[in-house]
């Protein structure tokens, strides 16, 4: 019998490889990332940094690969013999054919359970509110007493008060001792705070503990002390385990600190900080006191030159050694017209002399009477005008004395006791001290009431009646 070859079906042949190949696509491409639980077992570490191991259960194992880029990540994890929860993709390792996980993730079992519950009470609490900022209460600056809750046993609680007497010795602590981990830790840490709050005997309150793992630590992560924090009327600080340790505590408090020694720092104001603030502005305040007693010097001497110059005693004696300057000159003027009359009078007399005829003799005498006559009139004259003209002077002078204006009623007011004269009424107040300069005699008074001047009276003061208040 013939058989023809080509009419048979053609046959798709695989390579291993290719076999291997596309098993590995199909696993890669038909599981997502999954999580899985199991032991560890048979951890290969070799020095490219890739971890290898088994991960099993009661009945069956399946290979696991976690690469260097991942695995430096998980120090402490895994360990033969460990029970963990892992998170990868489904491969195959097409070299040997081995079905395999890649692992993404790694965590320890127990605390990944726990992991899970603190993300989601995480972030149910979020949702409600409780980490809102604008919920958060500020600390107090100065302190009157520190409340401490934390078990009185602990490191955390001697790390506290360490720090608190080394930045303000005189701080009054109160501790409110409590478990803070183990079974019902959480329940006595909500009630001791709700306590706190409720008694108010603190300004501050630090919710402290040392380091520990995360089971350690749980008491913190409890709904009833997150609830009992948010409700705390006292500003809270949170001071929980390491730098590392983040708690919903730590979330819902007022403010978070690193470790118990440092929520005590944040809470405490530090004594020689403020000693070398309250020093600073000393001085700087003492700079500013003495720029401004220069300054008033300065004013001070100013105000002595002026008054120096203004004085109204220097002005009378320049006044008055003018008067006395022009009498002088007055004199002296009235001797020499008299000087010439004289004179004119000898040379008159002997040019009558002179001439001997009687008519002459007569007519010159008459003539000389005439001229005695107009002489004494023009002398007379002369004096009562040059007298005249002295009294004016004189009255002009002193009418331009201010003391002649003090005899006429009026006064000098100068401000006491710096002696400032006085011009508007706005220059003193009520209750200082006007020092009255009269025509005879000076007055001290004090101001009771002060008018300014009535624009619809004319330049009047106004003065209030006895016993009615100053404007």
Known sequence: MNINISSLPVRDIYSVSRLNREVRLALESGFSMLWVEGEVSNLSRPSSGHLYFSLKDARTQIRCALFQNRAFL?????????QVLLRGRVSLYEARGDFQIIVEYVEEAGAGALR????ELRSRLEEEG?????????????????GVVTSPTGAAIRDVLSALQRRWPSLPVLVYPVPVQGEGAAARIADAIRLASRRQDCDALLLVRGGGSLEDLWAFNEEVVARAI??????LVTGIGHETDVTIADFVADLRAATPTAAAELACPDRLEWLRKVHLLEEQMERIVRRGLNRQHQRLDELIQRFVRLRPSRRLQNHAQRLDELDQRLHRALRNRLNRERLELAGLAERLRAQTPMARLRAARQ?????????????????????RQTQSL?????????????????????RYPDGRVLRRATEVGVGDSVETLLHEGRLYCEIKAISALDST???????????????
């Open 74 to 82: 998980f120090r402490d994890c895994p360990r033969n013999g460990q």
């Open 116 to 119: 899970r519950a603190y993300d």
């Open 130 to 146: 409780l980490f809102a900022p604008e919920r958060k209460q500020p600390l107090p600056r100065f302190p009157q007493r520190i």
């Open 230 to 235: 948010f409700e705390c009327t006292i500003p």
């Open 367 to 387: 003539q000389l009477q005439t001229l005695g006559w107009r002489l004494r009139a023009a002398a007379r004259h002369r004096l009562e005008t040059a007298s």
């Open 394 to 414: 004189g009255g002009k002078l002193h009418a331009l004395s201010p003391l002649a204006t003090l005899s006429r009623g009026y006064a000098i007011a100068r």
């Open 457 to 471: 009276s004319g330049p009047f003061l106004h003065y209030p009646s006895p016993g009615s208040r100053s404007p």
